[in-house]
Structures are given as C-alpha cells and as structure tokens.
C-alpha cells in the first residue's frame, strides 16, 4: 500500500510558520505600542506650547509661533535673543506626572490587570488631545499636558514589564517605536500645521493615536495562553500550582539568549512561592541602581542641553531663523534617538556607563559654548546634537536589555517597570535647572 502521500515530509513546517508569523505580529505590536505610548508626549510639547501662545494673545494680532519657540521679543536686550519663559516650563507638566507614577506604581501596579491599564492608557491619551485642542484657558491646556504624562507613565511601566512574557526581541521593537515617535510627532504635527490647519484641528486628528494603540494590543499581539489579562498577577499566583507560575512567567518564543537560561531557569522553579513581597522590591531595587544612576545621569544631561541650551544657541548669520534653527535641533535630536534605539537589532552596549560620561561631556560643552559663543555656526550644533540624541538613544535601550537579561525570572517584571525611573527623574531634574540657567544666560 502506497502510504507515501499521506506522509508529511515537512512535520514541522506549519509550526515554524505559526512560530514566525507570531513573532513578528509581537514585534510589529510592540514597536506600535512604542510608538503610540510616547507620541501624545512629545507632540505635547509643540502642541500645548503653541496653543498657549495663542490664548496669551488671542486679543491681539501677533501671529502664531512656529512649533516649540516663541517669537522674539522686540523689547529683549539679552544678547541671546531669549524667550520670555523658558522651554523646560511645558517639560516640567508633561513629566512630573510621569515621574511620580514611576516612583509609586511598581510597587502597586501589580494588583491592576494589563488589559485595564491598557484601556487607561488609551483613555487618558484621548482626553490629552481634546482637552488640549478644545482649552479656553492656560490651566486647562496644562491638564491636557498631564493627561499626555499619565498616559506615557503608565503606558512605559506596563509594556516594559509586558515584555517578559514574549521573547527578548520584542524590547528592540519597543525601543525602536519609542525612538520614532519623536521622528514621527515632530514630523506629523509641523506638517499638518504647515499645511494650513489649525493646531485644534491638527489635534483633532491625532485621535487616531490611542485607537492604533487598542489595536494594536487588543488584536495584533499574541499572548501566552494563560496570559493573566483581566486577572491581577496577585491573584494569578494565588490561585496556580508552582509549575503553572513557572510556564505563565516564562516567554512564550524563546531566543537563543532565552535557551541559554532555560537550565538556569529550571533550577529556580521550585523557589517561585508566590508574589514578590515589599522587601523583595527593596532589594531588587538596590540592584538596579547601577542601571538607574547611569539612565538619570544621560536623561539628566541631554534634556538639559534640550531645554536649556538650545534655544540659547543662535547663530543671527545663519540662513535659517531662530525658530527654524532650534526646530532642526529637536528634529535631529529626535532622528538620533530614533536611529540609535533601533540599534538593539544588531549592536549590543554592555559598558553604559561610558555613554553616560560622553553625554555629560556634550552637556558641558555646549553650555561652555554658550556662554563663550564660541562655534562657529550651526552645521557644527546640528552634528552634536545629532550625536546627543544617539547617546540617548543607545543608553535607554542597552539599560534595559541588560536588566532583562540580568536579572532574575521572579523579578524580572518589578525590574522592568521599576528602572523606568531613571529617565523621568533626570528629565524632571533637568527640566528644574534649565530655569535659573535660562534666567541668568538672558539677564546678560
């Protein structure tokens, strides 16, 4: 009997396809997911500043500012052409909510399922851009820029501690998609705004946002099967035997990286008990500082040159205005980031504490040049501020591989949400020392 019809000389070949199409479904997910996450935030910071600017001279006829700068003041005597208030002013409400999610949420976060705090990632993000584009008044536009804070906060918490349970490559995807949201921000606001719509109306349109981002977590990602979705972890552990926890907490598609650690992983099983207890954050927490001081200190000192140098750093004899100038700043800063977080795919930083020393060492240059006005035009600040974002860029992503691949299974999730403090905190820090510096450069 010819039986050699029914046999299936590829037994394997369906599943390797399911295999790589889940992979790449997670992949695509999770750069969407990056990309949604930090787009209300950084368009925020054109959006809101633009939008202020008007309600401060709705009863005159000054014309709207381009994105991000003020015009110039015609009574300013400063030799630096200053802005009345400094740029780290709408920084400090897009990140102090931010920050003070990160610094109290990994230690309760844990309680609230994902598919919850998805939908209040996705709800606050809708509320930033209608209540910013339809405000009345200066505080109410400043409630839209914390709605934006909380939406990113919460967001970067959750999809970082979300990453565990895929496979490593998935945090490359997220580290790219935050990266492009800078790129894509910048790039989609100045250009419907240039196009001829207001920035209410442009606003309007970014409601598509938060939408892409329910998509893409509800519909695109493939979760393990017993993926604690509507069930808080808490409640997970309780109600599973040990061995149940071990395979819910293990990544559904193992790399090569994730194979290597299997024996590793194995031996650790039988301790799994149950939740991480609070002393058990506080000791996972002392581990991580030698990743947090490094991520605050590269946070630290690009947002400083961002909010603090940059619009002081004019050239009058250059062919762009001061407001296109310090545009292609922020563009170049952002396309740097982008580049440099996409990295991950194929170069690996295991010495972060370099990136920091050379980012500070940007920062001190800069302010230096400042204050000399030594360089000689803006071509050369366009390099550095290029290379900046790189440095950035690079630090965020090798920080947290190396805290994915380091750190134990048991906390692995508080890790990831839990080093996210790093960056806000430097943000915020930097935001804070811009406003003396901008004071004391434009009372020369």
């Not at 994902?114 to 584009?133: D, P």
């Not at 001061?322 to 690996?348: D, M, N, P």
Request: net charge neutral; with cysteine; aromatic share 12%.
């Amino acid at each position: 009997m010819d039986t050699s019809q029914s046999v299936n000389p590829h037994p394997h070949t369906d599943q390797d396809d399911r295999s790589s199409c889940h992979r790449w479904r997670n992949q695509s997910g999770f750069w969407l997911l990056g990309l949604c996450n930090n787009f209300a935030y950084v368009v925020m910071l054109s959006a809101a500043h633009d939008i202020l600017k008007q309600q401060e001279s709705q009863n005159t006829t000054v014309p709207t500012p381009a994105p991000g700068l003020q015009q110039s003041n015609s009574s300013n005597t400063s030799r630096y052409d200053c802005n009345p208030v400094s740029t780290a002013a709408v920084l400090l409400a897009d990140i102090i909510p931010t920050l003070l999610i990160k610094l109290t949420a990994p230690f309760l976060i844990h309680k609230v399922p994902y598919g919850f705090r998805v939908l209040t990632c996705v709800t606050t993000a809708t509320a930033s851009f209608l209540v910013v584009s339809f405000s009345s008044s200066v505080s109410m536009s400043i409630l839209g820029v914390v709605f934006a804070s909380v939406s990113s906060g919460l967001g970067e918490i959750s999809f970082l501690s979300l990453t565990v349970y895929f496979s490593s490559d998935v945090l490359s995807g997220w580290g790219s998609g935050t990266g492009g949201a800078g790129v894509a921000g910048a790039l989609m606001y100045s250009a419907l705004t240039q196009g001829g719509l207001s920035p209410r109306v442009t606003l309007l349109v970014m409601l598509l946002v938060p939408v892409v981002m329910a998509i893409s977590y509800f519909i695109l990602l493939v979760f393990p099967p017993l993926f604690p979705q509507w069930k808080s972890r808490e409640t997970q552990l309780g109600s599973s035997s040990v061995a149940q926890q071990s395979r819910e907490r293990r990544p559904l598609l193992k790399d090569e990286e994730d194979d290597a650690c299997f024996q590793n992983e194995q031996n650790e099983e039988n301790r799994t008990t149950g939740p991480l207890t609070f002393l058990d954050k506080l000791h996972i927490l002392k581990g991580l500082l030698k990743f947090i001081l490094p991520l605050g200190l590269v946070y630290l000192a690009e947002y400083f040159i961002n909010q603090g140098l940059l619009e002081l750093l004019y050239f009058r004899s250059a062919p762009l205005s001061h407001a296109e100038q310090y545009r292609w700043y922020q563009t170049l800063y952002q396309i740097g980031v982008f580049i440099s977080r996409t990295s991950l795919f194929c170069i690996k930083i295991r010495k972060i504490c370099w990136l920091s020393v050379l980012q500070c060492m940007n920062a001190v240059f800069l302010f230096f040049s400042v204050y000399y006005q030594f360089l000689p035009n803006v071509w050369l600040v366009f390099v550095i501020v290029l290379y900046e974002g790189l440095l950035g860029g690079a630090a965020y992503v090798n920080i947290f591989y190396l805290i994915r691949t380091e750190t134990g299974e048991d906390g692995r999730e508080f890790a990831m949400a839990a080093a996210s403090v790093g960056d806000s905190l430097g943000i915020a820090l930097a935001g804070l020392a811009a406003f003396p510096v901008h004071s004391y450069f434009c009372s020369m």
